[in-house]
């Protein structure tokens, strides 16, 4: 089993930054690949970022060059660095992981955070 809980959300205006992390408890975290997701009301829970554990990165294309992820395996925990914010990038923020090769479709992750609240004022 592995528990994932986010934090580090909170209430920005347009061109801040905010860094949100997610901590891992239970089963070792080192050999998962970790993603971000988000989702806005009414809107489809959509991908953010991903890290494998070899160190591939990968970012949609909305947030590259203004998003990046990060992983400590020592301390089980993943970060992502969320820089010139928008308010179209206000949503709840959800961590997921899952074992194997990386996947960008929310329905391939089977560990899942509650999810943190971003919201970016104009």
């Known amino acids: 089993q592995v528990h994932l809980v986010e934090s580090g959300g909170g209430l920005v205006q347009a061109g801040g930054s905010l860094r949100l992390s997610c901590a891992a408890s239970?089963?070792?975290?080192?050999?998962?690949?970790l993603a971000w997701f988000r989702q806005a009301p009414g809107k489809e829970r959509e991908f953010v970022a991903v890290s494998s554990w070899s160190g591939y990165t990968a970012a949609a294309d909305s947030v590259k060059g203004r998003f990046s992820i990060s992983r400590d395996n020592a301390k089980n925990i993943v970060y992502l660095q969320m820089d010139s914010l928008k308010p179209e990038d206000t949503a709840v923020y959800y961590c997921?992981?899952?074992?194997?090769?990386?996947?960008?479709?929310?329905?391939?992750?089977?560990?899942w955070g509650q999810g943190t609240q971003v919201t970016v004022s104009s």
């Open positions: 239970g089963r070792t975290l080192s050999s998962y690949v």
């Open positions: 997921a992981a899952r074992q194997g090769s990386v996947r960008r479709s929310p329905s391939e992750y089977y560990y």
